[in-house]
């Protein structure tokens, strides 16, 4: 049984040419190419196929209405002609409402139009393919600074990987991107309108006001609704993530693998008491009386209690003392509450169990070295914190595919590293967050555990451990 009729059993034997669907095509536009393979229009088909529904799916994921540019059976869409003529289909991704570059050309994606310069549905660009000035006619080019690139590839990291897209990164890069939407259009708080751009542009603009690194995870949402600039902002994005639940309510998508409750009440916390959470412990942060109070009623061992003590004193006194230093972990407006801060605090030896790192730790001081895993410092005290870890563990993952017993290496064995050049360990977690290694995951393994390499990695390493040795040498 052929692609189309799993997809639709009523269409039968009545098509001729029967088309297998690509990986990364839309149903709207696979319908248009089977019509137009077998030379019958649109509506003929049509009493063949089911109702298109306000709820659509991409990539076997159903996205909300409000994430598509155009609703139901919308036979028009923005699309690259290079890619139709090259690849001669239809991508789904075109049809996501903020993804307007072509990731192949980086053109700007802008519906096809016909001699008379009217939109041309699928069914007209399929039969104009093989004209020379429809291609010409409908060429767009887009000049894109390389920061506005690196925005467009944050939001959308999985867009030209030839693999299965997981509901939750589909989810979070759709609900990333029109979040920073709404917030990089918000008005400032002294009431002049910012100058509309080109959404990458705004987006990067506003970024980089605020110092962010735009990541498409839960953790990358996480970091980034603890950092909005101000009370304009933060009401802006409980609105937009309101609007989300009453959707869901209506028709539930593939938005429900994300916290939005969480990050609701977050937002909430943040709106009650202002930028400055942690305010009601600032006046008796030098007698350190209510502080170890607070923290005593978090429940966490002595040890860590009197860590987390120290720790969050030295910052909080800092930042009373002077305005915090650009960059600094503990800035007042990014810190939700002590139960928040503490949470996301780990010590050395919590690291190693988190991360199955073992007693490697020339791994660890790698990791650092390759600015995956950062380590704080407030005075004598060195920590990490949860949410980089888990970032770091996302971007190792990205491109890693789904593990099935393959004979292969965790990441946190040590006789992986064992005689391996420092320079050597730093470019394979480089590569492998670039994806130009072959990674597998296990989910059920935590930390690094659960990533593994193919065992040719060791050799690999070897010879280039030997290459280093050599250049050195010489």
Not at 127 to 137: H, I, M, V
């Amino acid at each position: 049984m052929d692609d189309l009729q799993k997809m639709h059993p009523a269409s039968g034997t009545a098509l001729l040419v029967r088309p297998a669907r690509k990986w990364d095509e839309c149903v709207i536009g696979f319908h248009g190419r089977v019509a137009a393979q077998n030379g019958i229009r649109r509506r003929e088909l049509e009493p063949l196929l089911p109702r298109q529904k306000v709820c659509t799916h991409a990539f076997g994921h159903p996205l909300p209405a409000w994430a598509w540019k155009y609703r139901g059976k919308e036979y028009f869409t923005s699309a690259c002609i290079h890619c139709i003529w090259e690849n001669r289909y239809i991508k789904q991704a075109w049809r996501i409402k903020l993804v307007e570059v072509c990731h192949v050309h980086h053109t700007l994606l802008s519906p096809a139009r016909g001699v008379d310069n009217k939109r041309c549905s699928f069914d007209a660009i399929y039969s104009s393919l093989d004209d020379p000035t429809f291609r010409s006619d409908n060429t767009c080019h887009a000049n894109y600074r390389d920061e506005e690139w690196r925005v467009f590839q944050s939001i959308w990291p999985w867009i030209n990987e030839q693999r299965e897209v997981g509901s939750q990164e589909l989810a979070a890069s759709t609900l990333i991107a029109t979040l920073l939407q709404r917030l990089a259009y918000a008005r400032a708080e002294d009431g002049d309108a910012i100058q509309r751009q080109p959404f990458l542009a705004q987006v990067d603009r506003w970024a980089k006001s605020i110092d962010l690194d735009i990541c498409a995870s839960r953790y990358g949402i996480d970091e980034l609704l603890v950092r909005l600039p101000s009370s304009l902002h933060r009401a802006a994005a409980y609105r937009f993530l309101n609007e989300v639940v009453d959707a869901e309510r209506i028709q539930r998508s593939v938005m429900r693998e994300l916290p939005l409750q969480r990050w609701l009440s977050l937002l909430q916390s943040l709106l009650a008491t202002g930028s400055d959470a942690l305010a009601p412990y600032r006046h008796s942060a030098y007698g350190g009386a209510s502080l170890r109070q607070r923290i005593e009623e978090l429940y966490v061992p002595a040890e860590k209690g009197q860590f987390l003590l120290e720790i969050i004193e030295r910052a909080v006194t800092q930042a009373v003392r002077e305005r915090p230093i650009h960059g600094r972990i503990f800035k007042l407006h990014r810190a939700v509450s002590l139960e928040a801060v503490a949470a996301d605090i780990c010590m050395p030896h919590e690291v190693i169990r988190y991360l199955q790192l073992g007693h490697c730790q020339q791994l660890l001081m790698a990791l650092r070295r390759c600015e995956l895993l950062r380590a704080w410092q407030a005075g004598p005290h060195q920590f990490y914190l949860c949410s980089q870890m888990e970032g770091m563990l996302e971007k190792l993952t990205r491109h890693a595919h789904p593990f099935e017993g393959q004979t292969a290496l965790s990441l946190n064995e040590p006789a992986l590293y064992q005689g391996i050049h420092d320079q050597a360990i730093e470019e394979l977690f480089s590569s492998i967050s670039m994806g130009k290694v072959l990674v597998w995951h296990d989910p059920k393994c935590p930390g690094l555990e659960g990533i593994k390499v193919p065992r040719s990695i060791r050799t690999e390493l070897a010879a280039r451990t030997r290459q280093l040795d050599t250049e050195k040498s010489s």
